[in-house]
């Protein structure tokens, strides 16, 4: 008797711990990549890039990461319309890129350098946070600086994903009620 009211208090725990643990779901988040890793993707399997430029110093950079890259209409839109890449304006790593090598020019100084690839993708405007949208060439569409939460963010993410911003003007495009 005692060794079956034993089987079954351990199968009733391990029932317990199974359906706590499925009930634990895994949070969403957007599958941020490298620019390399992108833009390898972008060859094989042509999608809009989406470039968030940041630094690790930035404030605004860290309440993007913890409220609007966490917002899941954000993240489900952008996993499913754009190549998502986090990119460190003071990076030390190079990348080639078009037949250029970018570096930062002073990775190791006292005071931290400007990556170059960071500088041509901002068109020398450096400003923390700012996101960059390239097309399926790899080419720059527009610039979008300062921390921006969802309900900003995601007007911006449909009128690139969708084209709109070949044939329609921002403000148009936003009285169309695209938000």
Known sequence: MKKSNFILAIIILLSISYNSNAQTETPKKINWMSFEEAVKLNDSAPKKIFID?????????????????????????????????KFNAEQTESVDF????FVNPNPLGTQKGTHQL??????GKMSYPSYVFLNEQNIGITVLPGY????????????????????????????????
């Not at 960071?118 to 068109?123: D, G, M, R, T």
């Open 118 to 123: 960071a500088a041509a993708l901002l068109q």
């Open 53 to 85: 430029i940041y630094t690790d110093w930035c404030g605004w950079c860290k309440k993007m990461d913890q409220t609007t890259f966490l917002d899941e209409e954000v993240i489900d839109y952008m996993n499913e319309h754009f190549y998502a890449v």
């Open 98 to 101: 078009m037949g250029y090598t």
């Open 148 to 179: 921006v939460d969802a309900s900003k963010l995601m007007p911006a993410l449909k009128y690139v994903a969708t084209n709109a911003y070949l044939t329609t003007q921002w403000n148009d495009f936003l009285k169309q009620d695209n938000k």
